[in-house]
């Protein structure tokens, strides 16, 4: 007599077997998470000290604690400078630092597609942190966003790039280069502050300063739009 499986039976191998796969990929999840976890807080045991030392004073200078309760990098793309501030529970925002941008390819004007070799300008958070990269540390921007991608779907484009970084060194295609030193800065800061509270700008210019931006020629009609967004995110800072 040949063994033949009930349904019901099949139908509970078939389930168990979808949840060992679930769950293998749920266990194998978690444990990058956990290995990603500790390579970051080794960076931070290795750099924290020395980034503590050289912004105390800064700190000290603007009066809110280190760790900050929430911080904001504005880089700025014609002046070449990072602007980082800082807030306490309060969120009354004070100028910590400025870094030079070392390295940043294209020029003024949204990123459109992959291979433009734009830095993006808009509304961004830091999504994550990268303690392995090849430019020392890097911070993850979250490009493209929302409204990029929105944008993009209206346009029919479909193809616009990511990897997007703040990173160490001084050499870059799209991203921020900061130099080793800033980088450790911004990447301890990121860290003890939690992304969940990091916000980064990118702006054509200072708007606060500079009431015009001159984006280059292929710049599409928004432009003008997100230099909106942008000069009202900047009226807090």
Not at 4 to 31: D, E, N, W, Y
Not at 210 to 224: C, D, K, L, M
Request: glycine share 8%.
């Amino acid at each position: 007599m040949k063994f033949k499986c009930r349904p019901p039976f099949l139908v509970l191998l078939i389930v168990v077997g979808c949840l060992s796969v679930f769950f293998g990929m749920q266990i194998r999840t978690a444990a990058t998470a956990v290995g990603h976890a500790r390579k970051v807080k080794a960076r931070m045991v290795q750099f924290g000290p020395c980034v503590e030392r050289r912004l105390k004073p800064d700190f000290l200078r603007v009066g809110v604690p280190f760790a900050p309760a929430y911080v904001t990098f504005i880089a700025f793309k014609r002046e070449r400078v990072m602007q980082v501030y800082v807030a306490g529970p309060d969120r009354r925002f004070h100028l910590l630092h400025t870094y030079p941008i070392l390295g940043a390819s294209g020029k003024l004007g949204p990123k459109l597609k992959e291979g433009d070799r734009q830095v993006p300008e808009g509304l961004y958070r830091i999504e994550s942190l990268n303690p392995e990269s090849l430019y020392h540390l890097a911070l993850r921007v979250n490009y493209p966003n929302q409204f990029d991608r929105e944008k993009a779907f209206r346009e029919g484009r479909d193809d616009l790039g990511g990897d997007i970084m703040v990173h160490g060194s001084s050499g870059s295609i799209g991203c921020l280069a900061m130099g080793d030193e800033a980088a450790e800065d911004l990447f301890v800061l990121s860290a003890l502050t939690g992304l969940e509270n990091v916000r980064l700008i990118i702006s054509p210019v200072d708007f606060r300063t500079n009431a015009v931006a001159e984006p280059h020629g292929n710049s599409p009609e928004w432009t003008q739009e997100l230099y909106d967004s942008i000069r009202t995110a900047l009226r807090g800072y």
